[in-house]
């Protein structure tokens, strides 16, 4: 199944929230669109390395979480971004760079410094 199909199926299911439409078989399909997301698109992007996802009950949305890790010569960035999967909307991330010790983070209206920080303002989203 391509990724646009699921997306589809997912939005219709969403949309119509019927009650035989658990929030154990929404989460299903949220963690398989992310899977068919992050595998069709890492085919030629080495730097992409993880990422995760969770259905969000209250705000009624599959969240994305996916990482990148690139070496430099002097040390390694790590890129980490939040988005609505369905909406295809970003809603923020953190880059570290251990060659520079640069730490940036915002989600949303709200900026962090460290990963402990991006963790706790993420949890709501996707834990």
């Not at 995760?52 to 690139?70: G, H, M, P």
């Not at 209206?109 to 993420?122: N, P, Q, R, Y």
């Amino acid at each position: 199944m391509s990724a646009s199909l699921g997306i589809l199926m997912l939005l219709a299911m969403l949309a119509t929230a019927e009650p035989n439409v658990t929030l154990n078989q929404l989460q299903k399909n949220c963690e398989k669109l992310a899977a068919e997301t992050f595998n069709r698109e890492t085919a030629d992007d080495e730097d992409r390395v993880d990422y995760r996802a969770r259905y969000n009950d209250r705000l009624n949305k599959c969240f994305y979480e996916e990482t990148y890790i690139s070496p430099t010569p002097r040390g390694i960035n790590v890129w980490v971004y939040l988005s609505d999967l369905l909406e295809n909307r970003i809603y923020g991330g953190f880059h570290r760079s251990t060659n520079i010790g640069f730490f940036y983070c915002n989600l949303q209206d709200k900026e962090c410094h460290s990963e402990t920080e991006w963790e706790a303002l993420v949890k709501s989203y996707i834990e």
